[in-house]
Structure formats: structure tokens, C-alpha cells
């Protein structure tokens, strides 16, 4: 291991070890600490092909959508990547998603995204029941990345990627609160194999959480530790381990199989597993996810569909348009 790989693996891990207050019985990064992490709007997905692999995604990412999932995919945008998501949530909930990455030479990319989450009108009582309006809460993210290239760990068989995050959130509810967060990641990319495979990192939301009366929230910080496995060129597996701070350890497991056709197009049918316990003891489906893809030329469009047993299903669209390299040799399609 090389000096610069055991000085980004301990950035991770101290990112991943920041100190945050016990709130519960059995602390943090248990069962017991669900619900005791404010803006947790930051760990709803986004992204439909990759919420259609069960979130196993960190290792994959590779277009304007990394700017959610891991920042070092970044570093494998072509030229431009745009995305366009819409998600149908629980509840009434909409959340829309855009993200345009571009990049800047031959081994760095900068990226930023705008997030919007709408929770609908929701009855505002006073301490006795009475109904007095309605207020519409919202939450909004800006942020801004950056994916890097390594090109001293660069050889024939191996390919690092790193890639930084910076993230402004406001909430508008009936008081207004605002924080700012940031994601790292890596990647590393082995594509001169007999089975192409690749592993990542990533360290999510550490840094100021939002403060509405007198206590300011912990952020639900998130890491995860993912890994990819393209046994023939048509099929792609992947899984990934998370460890939340408000949330007992889960883990995800998703394939994804590519359909060619004429004139360029491929299509990509897509099924998951997430073992997340937040909705345990719900009755119905839920925990696995599925999905489907159309890749014509530059454009990509992507449909999920995700199950939360009696609480209902949710939807989620994605739109992608990503210029393929002058230069194609180095970087590879998904």
C-alpha cells in the first residue's frame, strides 16, 4: 500500500470516527438511535439506477449523480454529465433532483447540484388540537464537488479515483434552520482482469447541523464501504456495507444486467436488496427494489420502484445526458 493510499484511508476513517453525543439507549450506530439524527432528507436517495440496485452503488457511480452516491465517480465523468431526477415519495412527499458535472482537464472534474424536498400542506394546531393554518415544509441542499484523478497510483491494472463534497441546507418549516455538511469518497477501479472490479469508500455528511430552538441537530452521518464485480461484460454485480449514525449497520446487494440493440441502444433491466431496519416489522414488501433503464446514445432514462410494505411504494425517474471523451481510451461507459 502505497503512502498517499494509507493517508486517504485514515482521512476516511477519522472522517467516519468524528465524536457525536450519545442520545440513547445502546448509542450511536444502533437500532436504538433511529430518529435521533436531524436532516435526515440528506439520506434519501437519489438517483433511480442506483436505488434500483438496492443503494449498492458508491463503487459504480461514474456520472453528474456522484455527487450524491460518492464524489470520487466523479473523476470518471467523460466531458459534461447532467441529471434530472423526480421521485413520488411517502406520504406526499416530492423530492426533484439536479446535478450537472464538467470536466475541467484531463484529470479532474467539478460538479454542483441543487436538491428539493416538499413535504406538502401539513395542518398547523395549536397545544390544544385547534386547527390555526397549514404550513408547507421544504428542505433545500446546494452543493458543490470536485473528483480527482490519481494518477501516481495509476498503472495498467489499477485506476484511483477521490473525490470531495460541500453541501449548504436550509429547512423552511414553521421556523427555518439552516447547516452545512460534506461528503469524501474514493474509488478504485481494476479493469485489466479477467472479471473488471471495482471497490470504494465514502465518508457522508460531517460537519454543522441544523439548529431550530436551543439544540443544535447531529447530522446522520453515514459510511460506507462498497464493491463491484462485472463477471461477463452484459452483467454487473455490486454490494455495499453502511454503518449510520442513527441506524444500526445494513448492508445492499444489486444486479444489473445490459440488453443491446440496434443502432446503439441498450437497455438494462435491474433488481436489489437493502437490509436497512427502519421500516422493520411492517408488513407487505419491502427491502427489495427493482428497475429499468434506456441508454440511447448520450441520454439515459431510468425508472425505480421501491416498496415500504404498508406505508406504500415510492417511484423515482431519472434523466441523464453525458458527452462521451474526446479522448475515449481512457474512460469507459457504464
Same mark, same amino acid.
Given at each position: 500500500?502505497?503512502?498517499?493510499?494509507?493517508?486517504?484511508?485514515?482521512?476516511?476513517?477519522?472522517?467516519?470516527?468524528?465524536?457525536?453525543?450519545?442520545?440513547?439507549?445502546?448509542?450511536?450506530?444502533?437500532?436504538?438511535?433511529?430518529?435521533? !439524527? $436531524?436532516?435526515?432528507?440528506?439520506?434519501?436517495?437519489?438517483?433511480?439506477?442506483?436505488?434500483?440496485?438496492?443503494?449498492?452503488?458508491?463503487?459504480?457511480?461514474?456520472?453528474?449523480?456522484?455527487?450524491?452516491?460518492?464524489?470520487? $465517480?466523479?473523476?470518471?465523468?467523460?466531458? %459534461? =454529465?447532467?441529471? #434530472?431526477?423526480?421521485?413520488?415519495?411517502?406520504? /406526499?412527499?416530492?423530492?426533484?433532483?439536479? =446535478?450537472?458535472?464538467?470536466? !475541467?482537464?484531463?484529470? +479532474? *472534474?467539478?460538479?454542483?447540484?441543487?436538491?428539493?424536498?416538499?413535504?406538502? #400542506? @401539513?395542518?398547523?394546531?395549536?397545544?390544544?388540537?385547534?386547527?390555526?393554518?397549514?404550513?408547507?415544509?421544504?428542505?433545500?441542499?446546494?452543493?458543490?464537488?470536485?473528483?480527482?484523478? @490519481?494518477?501516481?497510483?495509476?498503472?495498467?491494472?489499477?485506476?484511483?479515483?477521490?473525490?470531495?463534497?460541500?453541501?449548504?441546507?436550509?429547512?423552511?418549516?414553521?421556523?427555518?434552520? &439552516?447547516?452545512?455538511? /460534506?461528503?469524501?469518497?474514493?474509488?478504485?477501479?481494476?479493469?485489466?482482469?479477467?472479471?473488471?472490479?471495482?471497490? +470504494?469508500?465514502?465518508?457522508?455528511?460531517?460537519?454543522?447541523?441544523?439548529?431550530?430552538?436551543?439544540?443544535?441537530?447531529?447530522?446522520?452521518?453515514?459510511?460506507?464501504?462498497?464493491?463491484?464485480?462485472?463477471?461477463?461484460?452484459?452483467?454487473?454485480?455490486?454490494?455495499? #456495507?453502511?454503518?449510520? *449514525?442513527?441506524?444500526?449497520?445494513?448492508?445492499?446487494?444489486?444486479?444489473?444486467?445490459?440488453?443491446?440493440?440496434? =443502432?446503439?441502444?441498450? !437497455?438494462?433491466?435491474?433488481?436489489?436488496?437493502?437490509?436497512?431496519?427502519?421500516?422493520?416489522?411492517?408488513?407487505?414488501?419491502?427491502? %427489495?427494489?427493482?428497475?429499468? $433503464?434506456?441508454?440511447?446514445? &448520450?441520454?439515459?432514462?431510468?425508472?425505480?420502484?421501491?416498496?415500504?410494505?404498508?406505508?406504500?411504494?415510492?417511484?423515482?425517474?431519472?434523466?441523464?445526458?453525458?458527452?462521451?471523451?474526446?479522448?475515449?481510451?481512457?474512460?469507459?461507459?457504464?
Amino acid at each position: 500500500m502505497t503512502r498517499l493510499t494509507a493517508a486517504l484511508l485514515a482521512l476516511l476513517l477519522a472522517a467516519a470516527g468524528t465524536p457525536v453525543p450519545a442520545r440513547a439507549a445502546g448509542g450511536d450506530f444502533s437500532q436504538h438511535a433511529v430518529g435521533t !439524527a $436531524g436532516s435526515e432528507f440528506l439520506n434519501v436517495d437519489v438517483d433511480a439506477r442506483g436505488m434500483a440496485m438496492g443503494g449498492a452503488y458508491s463503487a459504480l457511480t461514474n456520472d453528474a449523480y456522484a455527487m450524491f452516491w460518492n464524489p470520487a $465517480g466523479l473523476a470518471m465523468v467523460p466531458r %459534461v =454529465s447532467l441529471g #434530472a431526477m423526480h421521485t413520488e415519495y411517502l406520504a /406526499g412527499i416530492r423530492l426533484q433532483y439536479l =446535478s450537472y458535472a464538467h470536466r !475541467a482537464n484531463e484529470s +479532474s *472534474v467539478f460538479a454542483g447540484a441543487v436538491r428539493y424536498m416538499d413535504g406538502g #400542506a @401539513i395542518d398547523n394546531t395549536d397545544v390544544s388540537g385547534n386547527k390555526i393554518g397549514t404550513f408547507h415544509p421544504r428542505n433545500y441542499v446546494y452543493e458543490v464537488g470536485w473528483g480527482q484523478s @490519481i494518477t501516481d497510483l495509476a498503472d495498467a491494472e489499477r485506476d484511483i479515483t477521490l473525490g470531495v463534497s460541500m453541501k449548504y441546507l436550509n429547512s423552511d418549516l414553521i421556523a427555518h434552520a &439552516d447547516g452545512w455538511a /460534506g461528503d469524501i469518497g474514493m474509488q478504485a477501479h481494476y479493469t485489466d482482469t479477467l472479471m473488471p472490479f471495482k471497490f +470504494s469508500a465514502v465518508a457522508q455528511n460531517f460537519g454543522r447541523g441544523q439548529k431550530f430552538d436551543k439544540v443544535r441537530d447531529t447530522l446522520p452521518f453515514r459510511g460506507k464501504l462498497g464493491a463491484s464485480l462485472q463477471p461477463r461484460s452484459a452483467l454487473t454485480l455490486a454490494m455495499e #456495507a453502511f454503518l449510520p *449514525v442513527s441506524n444500526a449497520p445494513y448492508g445492499a446487494l444489486g444486479a444489473e444486467l445490459m440488453l443491446e440493440g440496434a =443502432s446503439k441502444a441498450k !437497455a438494462f433491466l435491474r433488481v436489489g436488496y437493502n437490509s436497512r431496519t427502519t421500516f422493520s416489522g411492517l408488513e407487505g414488501i419491502r427491502g %427489495v427494489t427493482a428497475g429499468l $433503464g434506456l441508454r440511447i446514445a &448520450d441520454f439515459s432514462v431510468d425508472y425505480a420502484f421501491v416498496p415500504f410494505g404498508i406505508l406504500g411504494q415510492t417511484h423515482r425517474l431519472g434523466l441523464t445526458w453525458t458527452l462521451p471523451a474526446k479522448h475515449a481510451r481512457r474512460f469507459r461507459e457504464r
